[in-house]
């Protein structure tokens, strides 16, 4: 459940930033596949990963945190 609010929340801000998918992903150093698993909820992001989305995003991890 925490992956799915993870990977929705991630996903919502790469579409407003205007980044598709496989564009995020090349920029992230991460393949297509894994970042659909993470936008999926199937997978966790690892922190050093949470790290890179947050900077090529420009937003805080807190903006990202899933809201409660």
Known sequence: MEA??????????R????????????ELG?????????ERGN???AEDLLKKIT???K???DDLAPKE
């Open 4 to 13: 799915e609010k993870w990977g929705r929340r991630i996903r919502a801000y």
């Open 15 to 26: 579409k407003l930033k205007g980044y598709t998918q496989e564009s995020f992903s090349k």
């Open 30 to 38: 991460v393949s297509v596949s894994i970042l659909g698993e993470i």
């Open 43 to 45: 997978r966790l992001p």
């Open 55 to 57: 900077q090529s995003l």
């Open 59 to 61: 937003i805080s991890i």
